[in-house]
């Protein structure tokens, strides 16, 4: 027994140790490889990179998790964080950044690529991708024609506890921001309070209501656009589809992924060159084929069977709303949605 | 030097530099919220608003639960005849292997409306099946995958304690189930507590099952929090923190008043089991139950989903790029536990040896550890590895990787390796010492191995924690470092749930087979 555990430990430390030769290898090639702290996850966004390894021969080493945690990490490293790149699926993770400063401004020629309602005022950050919010619905439970036109609509009667929410997810967040910043704080309120008192059932994430839905658990519920596509590809006959609100409603609000160059990045110059082959035709078209993202750059065909991009960006400045992203969470909390 | 009061120096140096490491969080948690001032008051009306009780009814719930569970199961599987013993005996630690997201995302997939179970359950023509959300599909999921925390300590204890004990049972006219009551349970009591109190602290820092099983704790209020209310969740983590020390010590203060008295025997005649007679019908439906749930229901998702990925393959399964993120998380995990178990020994020593109060006090700061989210103790370390020059080397290295899963589960390491201290008699060393062996060669000769059960069971553990981990993993591993764990978040997370059940199948069979390994055979 101790014999055949020292050798299992012996085998596991030589593992280790030449895991680690390897990944030093790859960390100290200094020959202007660039650190991208990704929010985006692997498995969409990974051939955008190797595309631009393979064109420019500039190496990327990236992290990957979920964007708030990043954004409180780079908080966390401040200056001595190893980032050149923060790509963030919320504005929120981004905002958050903008507001402790640390963030670089992005040169005009790669911003204005993007139509200035999907890129921050001060070029901090860029869109580089959107996703419209939309009312994911079963189409065997309920016909397009009966569905609401607004997101007031929800909080009536009729859809009372039927509305599948996210309270706790990023994106979620971002829309109930948003949704201040337009109708005000008392009007948002009174909103998310009518859905909870309606029982309207909350999941962790957006693709568990889309996956809800699906079973026919609720008819309805608010979630990205994109989850819908990514369940219809898995099993191209689940009952699910995409309802948009008109554009001029805060329901299809557009939430950009956004990327952004860290202020204490050493290589800002390579940074900027990954942020213009995200903006670049070839990425964009990757970007809408395989993620069922919307582009942001004129004249790239946007994905099968999506409406065009019309909805509200989001602009909001936290500076000019009241609380800022505190408030954001206060509201969400006293609505007794999460509890 | 093997008084029983005095501690030797160096060891006592040692002791204290792995305590103080082990206070890093605390010290982190405390400057950021005088960092960002935080309103103690708010903070603790806001708490005991709901999810401070919430939290403390779902910890004192699972705890209770998974100690019946997983010492009923224990003495089940060690002390009676039990039809298929063997299989139990590999099966029953599995559920320790699923990392906690994966095992409730596949239950609430499979029991929701028009899920696997409700095709399954309609043969039976069951309808109605309850519903996977709130606090009893948390404290449910989380008993059935917490309990070999108790299951695994209490097999140990019981595994070690003589047939001696039943027979004295025997020769004082003891009926078998007073035998039991009186002479047995005492000698387990404090592996039970120490059990349970892995799963209250391990229930308060849950944060991927219980957010997906809609109940909100302290914990998942801090992830809410994190980014757009941080001082509101800094200062539920220092609230966190005072619950686990109160537990800490409570469990502490109670479980000193047992006494354990029966020593790790030598004897090394097999234990006694008990004939369970008409009964082994029914501990087989029990065992057959809890592991159906367990590991059996889960599995079936996941198998399902894998399938589906098979079928409908549309060029996303890719099994060669499990191969390397399943070597880098066997030997993390391996190197871990064996660093986890060699960094806890010197305060483990000290706590059963001797009255210093360095080893107390430690090994109080090593458990409360574990009951911080994984999130908060990654950013403390981050924090404290920026904060010094010298240690700039260390970031983004696997030794920082590692340094994190110690200071997070060097809990489960704690209790176990006291016991294995515990069980050798001092007189032993003097003995040695009188025959003129050096303290190394007593060491090596006569301590060590006979502490070997005991460690092998920290490790163990610590093993298990550390496969499956995944918030400090993707937050401190080196750039483009992958394990299984961040496989599986990463196929989830975009939706592949067919690669994402594949990952999580290769991480069971692997921490299954590591785990066999390094700890279950012993009890065999």
Same mark, same amino acid.
């Given at each position: 027994?101790?014999?055949?555990?020292?050798?299992?430990?012996?085998?596991?430390?030589?593992?280790?140790?030449?895991?680690?030769?390897?990944?030093?290898?790859?960390?100290?090639?200094?020959?202007?490889?660039?650190?991208?702290?990704?929010?985006?996850?692997?498995?969409?966004?990974?051939?955008?990179?190797?595309?631009?390894?393979?064109?420019?021969?500039?190496?990327?080493?990236?992290?990957?998790?979920?964007?708030?945690?990043l954004?409180?990490?780079?908080?966390?490293?401040?200056?001595?964080?190893?980032?050149?790149?923060?790509?963030?699926?919320?504005?929120?993770?981004?905002?958050?950044?903008?507001?402790?400063?640390?963030?670089?401004?992005?040169?005009?020629?790669?911003?204005?690529?993007?139509?200035?309602?999907?890129?921050?005022?001060?070029?901090?950050?860029?869109?580089?991708?959107?996703?419209?919010?939309?009312?994911?619905?079963?189409?065997?439970?309920?016909?397009?024609?009966?569905?609401?036109?607004?997101?007031?609509?929800?909080?009536?009667?009729?859809?009372?506890?039927?509305?599948?929410?996210?309270?706790?997810?990023?994106?979620?967040?971002d829309?109930?921001?948003?949704?201040?910043?337009?109708?005000?704080?008392?009007?948002?309120?009174?909103?998310?309070?009518?859905?909870?008192?309606?029982?309207?059932?909350?999941?962790?994430?957006?693709?568990?209501?889309?996956?809800?839905?699906?079973?026919?658990?609720?008819?309805?519920?608010?979630?990205?656009?994109?989850?819908?596509?990514?369940?219809?590809?898995?099993?191209?006959?689940?009952?699910?589809?995409?309802?948009?609100?008109?554009?001029?409603?805060?329901?299809?609000?557009?939430i950009?992924?956004?990327?952004?160059?860290l202020?204490q990045?050493?290589?800002?110059?390579?940074?900027?060159?990954?942020?213009?082959?995200?903006?670049?035709?070839?990425?964009?078209?990757?970007?809408?084929?395989?993620?069922?993202?919307?582009?942001?750059?004129?004249?790239?065909?946007?994905?099968?069977?999506l409406?065009?991009?019309?909805?509200?960006?989001?602009?909001?400045?936290?500076?000019?709303?009241?609380?800022?992203?505190? !408030?954001?969470?206060a509201?969400?909390?006293?609505?007794g949605?999460?509890? | 030097?093997?008084?029983?009061?005095r501690?030797p120096?160096?060891?006592?140096?040692?002791?204290?530099?792995?305590?103080?490491?082990?206070?890093?969080?605390?010290?982190?948690?405390?400057?950021?919220?005088?960092?960002?001032?935080?309103?103690?008051?708010?903070?603790?009306?806001?708490?005991?608003?709901?999810?401070?009780?919430?939290?403390?009814?779902?910890?004192?719930?699972?705890?209770?639960?998974?100690?019946?569970?997983?010492?009923?199961?224990?003495?089940?599987?060690?002390?009676t005849?039990?039809?298929?013993?063997?299989?139990?005996?590999?099966?029953?630690?599995?559920?320790?292997?699923?990392?906690?997201?994966?095992?409730?995302?596949?239950?609430?997939?499979?029991?929701?409306?028009?899920?696997?179970?409700?095709?399954?359950?309609?043969?039976?023509?069951?309808?109605?099946?309850?519903?996977?959300?709130?606090?009893?599909?948390?404290?449910?999921?989380?008993?059935?995958?917490?309990?070999?925390?108790?299951?695994?300590?209490v097999?140990?204890?019981?595994?070690?304690?003589?047939?001696?004990?039943?027979?004295?049972?025997?020769?004082?006219?003891?009926?078998?189930?007073?035998?039991?009551?009186?002479?047995?349970?005492?000698?387990?009591?404090?592996?039970?507590?120490?059990?349970?109190?892995?799963?209250?602290?391990?229930?308060?820092s849950?944060?991927g099952?219980?957010?997906?099983?809609?109940?909100?704790?302290?914990?998942?209020?801090?992830?809410?929090? !994190?980014?757009?209310?941080?001082?509101?969740?800094?200062?539920f983590?220092?609230?966190?923190?005072?619950?686990a020390?109160?537990?800490?010590?409570?469990?502490?203060?109670?479980?000193?008043?047992q006494t354990?008295?029966?020593?790790?025997?030598?004897?090394?005649?097999?234990?006694?089991?008990?004939?369970?007679?008409?009964?082994?019908?029914?501990?087989?439906?029990?065992?057959?139950?809890?592991?159906?749930?367990?590991?059996?229901?889960?599995?079936?998702?996941?198998?399902?989903?894998?399938?589906?990925?098979?079928?409908?393959?549309?060029?996303?399964?890719?099994?060669?790029?499990?191969?390397?993120?399943?070597?880098?998380?066997?030997?993390?995990?391996?190197?871990? !536990?064996?660093?986890?178990?060699?960094?806890?020994?010197?305060?483990?020593?000290?706590?059963?040896?001797?009255?210093?109060?360095?080893?107390?006090?430690?090994a109080?700061?090593?458990?409360?550890?574990?009951?911080?989210?994984?999130?908060?103790?990654?950013?403390?370390?981050?924090s404290?590895?920026?904060?010094?020059?010298?240690?700039?080397?260390?970031?983004?290295?696997?030794?920082?990787?590692?340094?994190?899963?110690?200071?997070?589960?060097?809990?489960?390491?704690?209790?176990?390796?006291?016991?294995?201290?515990?069980s050798?008699?001092?007189?032993?060393?003097e003995?040695?010492?009188?025959?003129?062996?050096?303290?190394?060669?007593?060491?090596v000769?006569?301590?060590?191995?006979?502490?070997?059960?005991?460690?092998?069971?920290?490790?163990g553990?610590?093993?298990?924690?550390?496969?499956k981990?995944?918030?400090?993993?993707?937050?401190?591993?080196?750039?483009?470092?992958?394990?299984?764990?961040?496989?599986?978040?990463?196929?989830?997370?975009?939706?592949?749930?067919?690669?994402?059940?594949?990952?999580?199948?290769?991480?069971?069979?692997?921490?299954?087979?590591?785990?066999?390994?390094?700890?279950?055979?012993?009890?065999?």
């Amino acid at each position: 027994m101790r014999i055949r555990s020292t050798a299992v430990l012996l085998v596991a430390f030589a593992l280790v140790g030449a895991s680690c030769g390897s990944s030093d290898n790859t960390a100290s090639d200094d020959n202007g490889s660039i650190t991208v702290y990704s929010g985006r996850s692997e498995d969409l966004i990974a051939p955008i990179f190797e595309a631009f390894e393979a064109e420019t021969g500039i190496e990327i080493n990236v992290k990957y998790d979920d964007s708030a945690n990043l954004a409180l990490l780079i908080e966390t490293e401040g200056d001595a964080s190893p980032a050149d790149v923060f790509i963030s699926q919320s504005p929120g993770a981004v905002g958050f950044l903008d507001g402790k400063e640390l963030l670089a401004e992005i040169p005009s020629e790669i911003t204005e690529r993007v139509d200035p309602a999907y890129r921050s005022p001060d070029s901090t950050w860029v869109g580089v991708t959107a996703r419209a919010r939309t009312l994911v619905y079963n189409p065997d439970l309920i016909a397009e024609a009966d569905l609401p036109q607004s997101i007031m609509e929800l909080a009536q009667p009729e859809w009372a506890g039927q509305v599948g929410i996210a309270p706790g997810n990023g994106s979620f967040q971002d829309f109930v921001t948003a949704f201040r910043f337009q109708a005000g704080d008392d009007v948002v309120a009174g909103w998310l309070g009518a859905l909870a008192d309606a029982g309207a059932p909350t999941y962790a994430k957006n693709s568990a209501i889309v996956d809800a839905v699906s079973r026919g658990e609720i008819k309805i519920g608010l979630v990205n656009h994109y989850y819908v596509l990514g369940t219809l590809a898995e099993d191209p006959d689940a009952p699910v589809a995409n309802h948009f609100f008109p554009a001029d409603d805060v329901g299809s609000l557009v939430i950009v992924t956004g990327a952004a160059i860290l202020e204490q990045s050493e290589n800002a110059a390579n940074a900027q060159k990954l942020l213009e082959f995200f903006l670049s035709d070839e990425a964009q078209m990757m970007f809408s084929a395989g993620e069922g993202e919307y582009p942001l750059v004129d004249g790239i065909a946007i994905p099968d069977g999506l409406p065009p991009l019309t909805g509200l960006g989001y602009t909001v400045d936290l500076a000019e709303l009241g609380g800022g992203l505190e !408030a954001t969470a206060a509201i969400i909390r006293d609505s007794g949605l999460q509890g | 030097m093997d008084s029983r009061d005095r501690a030797p120096r160096s060891l006592a140096v040692a002791a204290l530099a792995v305590g103080l490491f082990f206070t890093t969080p605390v010290i982190y948690l405390v400057l950021r919220a005088i960092d960002l001032r935080v309103d103690a008051g708010s903070v603790l009306r806001d708490a005991t608003d709901g999810p401070l009780q919430r939290t403390m009814l779902l910890a004192t719930t699972v705890s209770l639960g998974a100690g019946l569970l997983g010492t009923t199961l224990a003495w089940l599987v060690i002390r009676t005849d039990v039809p298929l013993r063997k299989v139990w005996l590999a099966l029953v630690p599995l559920p320790l292997a699923f990392p906690s997201f994966v095992a409730a995302f596949a239950l609430v997939a499979g029991f929701a409306k028009g899920g696997l179970a409700e095709e399954f359950f309609a043969w039976f023509g069951i309808d109605e099946l309850p519903s996977m959300r709130g606090f009893w599909a948390a404290a449910g999921v989380l008993i059935v995958f917490t309990y070999p925390y108790v299951y695994l300590p209490v097999a140990a204890r019981l595994h070690s304690l003589p047939p001696s004990l039943e027979e004295a049972g025997r020769s004082l006219g003891l009926r078998r189930r007073e035998t039991l009551r009186r002479l047995v349970l005492p000698q387990i009591t404090t592996s039970v507590l120490a059990g349970m109190l892995l799963v209250a602290l391990y229930t308060i820092s849950e944060f991927g099952a219980v957010s997906l099983l809609r109940y909100n704790t302290l914990t998942v209020e801090i992830f809410t929090d !994190a980014l757009l209310d941080p001082s509101r969740a800094i200062g539920f983590g220092v609230v966190l923190t005072l619950l686990a020390a109160t537990i800490v010590v409570a469990e502490g203060r109670f479980s000193q008043r047992q006494t354990q008295s029966v020593r790790h025997a030598r004897d090394t005649r097999t234990a006694a089991r008990l004939e369970l007679g008409r009964w082994r019908w029914v501990g087989l439906s029990f065992c057959v139950a809890v592991t159906a749930s367990a590991i059996g229901a889960p599995v079936v998702v996941l198998a399902h989903w894998a399938s589906q990925g098979v079928v409908n393959d549309r060029g996303r399964l890719d099994l060669g790029e499990l191969v390397g993120p399943a070597i880098n998380t066997a030997a993390l995990g391996v190197s871990t !536990a064996a660093i986890t178990v060699g960094a806890i020994l010197p305060i483990a020593w000290l706590w059963a040896r001797t009255r210093s109060r360095i080893g107390v006090v430690s090994a109080n700061f090593v458990i409360v550890g574990f009951a911080l989210p994984g999130l908060i103790t990654a950013l403390a370390l981050v924090s404290a590895v920026l904060q010094f020059g010298a240690l700039r080397w260390l970031y983004q290295s696997l030794p920082m990787l590692v340094l994190a899963y110690v200071l997070h589960f060097g809990a489960q390491a704690a209790r176990s390796s006291k016991e294995a201290v515990g069980s050798v008699s001092p007189s032993l060393g003097e003995a040695a010492r009188t025959l003129g062996a050096g303290p190394v060669r007593r060491f090596v000769r006569i301590d060590a191995p006979m502490m070997m059960p005991g460690l092998a069971a920290a490790a163990g553990l610590v093993l298990l924690s550390t496969v499956k981990e995944l918030p400090a993993t993707l937050l401190l591993a080196p750039l483009d470092f992958q394990t299984l764990a961040t496989k599986i978040w990463s196929a989830n997370d975009a939706g592949h749930l067919a690669q994402s059940a594949f990952a999580s199948l290769v991480l069971l069979v692997v921490s299954g087979g590591l785990g066999w390994l390094v700890r279950f055979r012993q009890t065999s």
